[in-house]
């Protein structure tokens, strides 16, 4: 089993606002691979914690 990082809590997450997107990426963490926005699938998420992990909750979700 992935461990999937709880992006959607984070500081550093912006959620998808095209219709088009959204139907494969929850949204864009800013932090990951900065300069660059690094989208986030929503079947998997990223696997692993990215260590810039800025909200309430836990880091992951198993």
Not at 14 to 40: F, H, R
Request: charged letters at 20%; proline letters at 10%; a negative charge.
């Amino acid at each position: 089993m992935a461990i999937i990082p709880n992006c959607a809590k984070c500081n550093n997450f912006v959620p998808a606002t095209d219709p088009q997107i959204a139907k494969v990426y929850s949204g864009q963490c800013m932090k990951l691979e900065w300069p660059y926005a690094q989208n986030i699938p929503k079947v998997d998420g990223i696997e692993g914690e990215c260590g810039y992990y800025e909200g309430d909750g836990p880091a992951i979700l198993k």
